[in-house]
T-cell receptor
């Protein structure tokens, strides 16, 4: 079967750093994606990892460990506009399988 | 703006009815994907088309069907609607057909309410 787990909700303070974890068990693996989704809006692509290690993109970084079936999204210098859901998605033998998302609230 | 368009934005209908949702992919993208998002289930993959042909099927009900036309736009048909079909329906597009790490770009979605 296919299973992707993420925490349901997280809260962090403006200006801080937050790490959102994702663990997965899927049939096949062709890469892991992170998407950001504001309430009622479309998911937008943030990052893609296929090899182990850290990919950095401005304030956002994503890490992958294939042997552990684990990824995290790191958000630095948090801003109020970062309040959103963050979706972990794995591409395996089927198109993307999404986790249920982590709702991040950034507070002043 | 992702470049993917979806119409209509909102749709309110009654149980038992049939509706059609429309999607136009980004210019140059050949793959179209349909997803259903409800509060308790998250984003669920329904079906993928590439250049007019069905390529992958997810948890799509038999009451639902889709097609992709020669101009690459796609339509999702939902029939014999039930209250539980109320959800956000997203279309996404990408350039590739295979699962090769190419990002999908999502349209703004159609919010379907079944009364």
């Amino acid at each position: 079967g296919q299973n992707i787990d993420q925490p349901t909700e997280m809260t962090a303070t403006e200006g801080a750093i937050v790490q959102i974890n994702c663990t997965y068990q899927t049939s096949g693996f062709n890469g892991l994606f992170w998407y950001q989704q504001h309430a009622g809006e479309a998911p937008t692509f943030l990052s893609y990892n296929v090899l182990d290690g850290l990919e950095e993109k401005g304030r956002f970084s994503s890490f992958l460990s294939r042997s552990k079936g684990y990824s995290y999204l790191l958000l630095k210098e948090l801003q109020m506009k970062d309040s959103a859901s963050y979706l972990c998605a794995v591409e395996g033998n089927t198109p993307l399988v999404f986790g249920k998302g982590t709702r991040l609230s950034v507070i002043a | 703006d992702s470049g993917v368009t979806q119409t209509p934005k909102h749709l309110i209908t009654a149980t038992g009815q049939r509706v059609t949702l429309r999607c136009s992919p980004r210019s140059g993208d050949l793959s179209v994907y349909w997803y259903q998002q409800s509060l308790d289930q998250g984003l669920q993959f329904l079906i993928q088309y590439y250049n007019g042909e069905e390529r992958a099927k997810g948890n799509i009900l038999e009451r639902f069907s889709a097609q992709q036309f020669p101009d690459l736009h796609s339509e999702l048909n939902l029939s014999s609607l039930e209250l539980g079909d109320s959800a956000l329906y997203f279309c996404a597009s990408s350039h590739n057909v295979l699962h090769q790490g190419v990002a999908q770009y999502f349209g703004p979605g159609t919010r379907l309410t079944v009364l």
